[in-house]
């Protein structure tokens, strides 16, 4: 048997197991009952407008405030990480570090609770404008090394020729590596954008009010209210419509910068 044959056998049967699972797990949900707990359209309908006009719209709020804030956090550690002053590499060494190595919803909580307690002050828009100084915090480590990662890959060649043409150290990085580094790194930040957007739904641990709740609290209260899940597979759906078309975009930017490489 040839190789090409043997392949297409090969992928046919696992093409054909795979159909084969679906169909038994299809047959053998118990769909009657999980429309009951999960899909009862009456309930459904009683969360219009509310579950897009509030849920929606504060969870994509949450999601760019937490991005621009990380983003301008994660800007300043990656440049003093790749300073050649000591205590600027260490202090954000420290940072990256730390609030990488801690769990989010702690860092959230910390924010909320632990520094007002500890230094007698109150942050702004409290209890949300806490929760999200923690989930600027969080993403601001991560999207340093991303940075950094992004600063590295631009030639030393760019700098040598701005510097050769009598830019300053300053200009030269804010002018010539920080926007090719940038876009270098288009995708893995837009992978970020998606992760800050379910990580808005740690913000509940910080407290909400009635306007201020994101997705997944809308859907938790609500399906305490009514004993049922029905709030939050609509959650579901919504995240998934706003996270599909952006994972979808992240592939595009990918391709083709794969092929301009």
Sequence with gaps: MRR????????????AAFVAAVIVVVLAADWQRFAQY???WDIAREQFPEIITIALKNTLVFTVVSFVGGLLVGTLMALMKLSSIRPYRWFATAYIELFRGLPALLTIFAFAYMLPIAFGVKLPFAPVGAGLLGLIVVAGAYMAEVIRAGI??????????????????????FFVILPQGLRIIIPPLTNEFVLLLK???????????????????????????????????????????????????????????????
Excluded: C, H, W
């Design 4 to 15: 090409t044959t043997r392949r297409t056998l090969v992928r046919g049967v696992l093409y």
């Design 38 to 40: 999960f899909l009862q």
């Design 152 to 173: 590295q890959a631009v030639p030393k060649g760019q700098t040598e020729a701005s510097r050769s043409l009598g830019m300053s150290p300053l200009k030269t990085t």
């Design 199 to 261: 990580d808005t739904s740690l913000l509940f641990i910080a407290g909400s009010t009635i306007f201020t709740k994101e997705l997944t609290t809308f859907a938790r209260d609500a399906t305490t209210t009514n004993s049922n899940g029905t709030v939050l597979v609509m959650a579901a759906m919504l995240y998934l419509l706003v996270t599909i078309p952006l994972t979808r975009v992240v592939a595009y930017l990918e391709r083709r910068m794969a092929r301009a490489r």
